[in-house]
């Protein structure tokens, strides 16, 4: 397994090691978890080469502590990297990603509006950015990311159509707990308290769900049973829940075609996010 860490080294590394069909590549800022292997296992799967990258982006973070106190463990990583049959992990350095007089952001489109756009200015200019960078230093055909960031998704999608990338977007089924909470970098963070009060997210989501198949379309009805579900808990703090369209990412008043329930809430100073579709068969 090689490990690169400038784009000059990446595209170095690509015009040596041609793809024989196709080439894979899984995004992450590290601290590596079930959620980023069954990426990792798709890509292996589907590709006959992958690339995965590991690079604590700082310009989508809003807020400077959480960057700061975002887990990081290369070492564990690499391993992780190796084990699934990583062809080459992408480790650029800050400096060599971002000069200090660096201003070519890229702008994301419509679905970055809403929730986690509304929530943190700022987060998805950093994350169009940085994959826009990303797939230019490792030119791949298909890049893996999870459904566990619906709307990061649906902003690389706007993304990749609107800048003309030939690159397929594929999305990866969130991986859970057994208790139902998404697996997180963060959830190191928790406390053992608030790990254990943390299901109440998922299983708030899966009570609205059960109404969604028992008939009910109506967004506000739905959101208000989320609400009732998480007054069991006395830890959470609720930032958003909401329910939109799946691909443009605005919300609705009724469903009538595939949508999605979005939520970010806090336990203490540790953000968690997660979602659930609502699909009408
Ligand atoms: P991150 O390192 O948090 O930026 O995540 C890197 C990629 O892994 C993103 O595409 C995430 O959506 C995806 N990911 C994170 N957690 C999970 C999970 N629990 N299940 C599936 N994918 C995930």
Redesign the pocket.
């Known amino acids: 397994m090689d490990i690169v860490v400038s784009p000059h080294q990446m595209h170095e590394w690509i015009r040596n090691h041609p793809a024989q069909k196709s080439r894979g590549f899984?995004?992450?800022?590290?601290?590596?978890?079930?959620?980023?292997e069954?990426?990792l296992q798709q890509s292996r799967t589907e590709n006959d080469q992958t690339v995965l990258s590991i690079f604590v982006n700082p310009t989508q973070f809003n807020v400077a502590s959480d960057f700061e106190n975002y887990p990081r463990n290369f070492d564990r990583d690499l391993a992780i990297a190796e084990h699934h049959g990583v062809d080459v992990v992408y480790l650029p350095s800050t400096d060599s990603m971002y000069s200090v007089d660096f201003h070519s952001y890229v702008e994301p489109s419509t679905a970055s509006i809403p929730m986690e756009g509304a929530n943190r200015p700022g987060h998805f200019r950093g994350v169009t950015t940085v994959v826009a960078k990303l797939f230019n230093a490792t030119r791949p055909h298909r890049a893996?990311?999870?459904?566990?960031?619906f709307q990061?998704?649906a902003v690389i999608r706007q993304l990749v159509n609107e800048l003309d990338y030939p690159i397929e977007i594929i999305g990866?089924?969130?991986?859970?707990e057994s208790d139902g909470l998404?697996?997180?970098?963060r959830n190191q963070r928790l406390s053992q308290q608030a790990r254990n009060d943390a299901s109440i997210i998922f299983s708030a989501m899966t009570s609205v769900q059960q109404l969604f198949q028992a008939g009910e379309r109506a967004t506000t009805l739905l959101i208000g049973q989320f609400h009732r579900h998480l007054e069991k808990s006395s830890l959470i703090e609720l930032e958003y829940a909401e329910i939109s369209d799946s691909s443009t990412l605005q919300p609705i008043q009724h469903i009538k075609h595939d949508a999605v329930l979005c939520v970010a809430a806090w336990y203490d100073d540790v953000r968690l996010i997660d979602n659930v579709e609502l699909c009408p068969t």
Request: without cysteine; aromatic residues 6%; positive net charge.
């Open positions: 899984v995004p992450t800022m590290g601290a590596l978890h079930r959620g980023h069954a990426l893996y990311f999870g459904k566990k960031d990061q998704l990866v089924d969130t991986v859970r998404a697996l997180s970098s």
